[in-house]
């Protein structure tokens, strides 16, 4: 497929945070639209399923102005000028959850709602955790738990998890997690 010819693009709009674009495209059958969609205008972002041992993972509790209530969610944050997404991944788990990892995997690379943004999310398996705390941007403390990985039925049903981001990830954790094993066991989670 030939993707649309940019005709123009103008900002439409400007935040502390986002910035809207305007794009006029022509499409190779002729036909014209316009799209606006939220500028990327940084490095990307992290999202870290971590690991503190192979059955449990580390979930904060944090507000979210979106949905104006607490959520249970991955720990996760933008990389900075000059970080690769492991970098970003493991200062991230240091900041938000008091712990560093060993060993950290890339598992994907996720975009949230493509028709009006490029914002990406790097999902990273983060184990062999040591604690360490980093100083981080939160306005208040956030509250680490463990749960249990093959309890995810459980989480999905909560009215507090429900990040799509978050699902998804730990659904590929899991997967990448079940692949790596020498026995095959009879979950069925």
Excluded at 80 to 106: Q, S
């Amino acid at each position: 497929m030939i993707p649309p010819r940019i005709d123009s693009r103008r900002e439409v709009a400007r935040s502390r945070l986002f910035a809207v674009e305007a794009l006029e495209l022509t499409f190779s059958n002729g036909a014209t639209r316009s799209f606006e969609r939220l500028k990327s205008g940084g490095h990307g972002a992290v999202m870290i399923v971590a690991m503190p041992d192979p059955d449990h993972v580390l979930l904060i509790r944090e507000y979210a102005a979106g949905p104006e209530q607490y959520v249970l969610t991955l720990p996760k944050g933008l990389i900075d000028p000059g970080e690769d997404p492991v970098t970003a991944a493991n200062r991230e788990l240091m900041e938000e959850c008091g712990y560093g990892a060993h060993d950290i995997e890339p598992l994907a690379e996720l975009s949230l709602a493509p028709n009006y943004m490029d914002h990406r999310m790097n999902v990273m398996l983060a184990r062999d955790l040591y604690e360490k705390r980093l100083p981080g941007d939160e306005p208040e403390p956030l509250i680490v738990e463990r749960h249990r990985l093959d309890e995810l039925p459980a989480l999905l049903a909560r009215e507090d998890f429900h990040e799509a981001r978050a699902i998804a990830a730990l659904f590929m954790a899991r997967e990448r997690l079940l692949a790596g094993e020498e026995t095959h066991s009879p979950r069925w989670w």
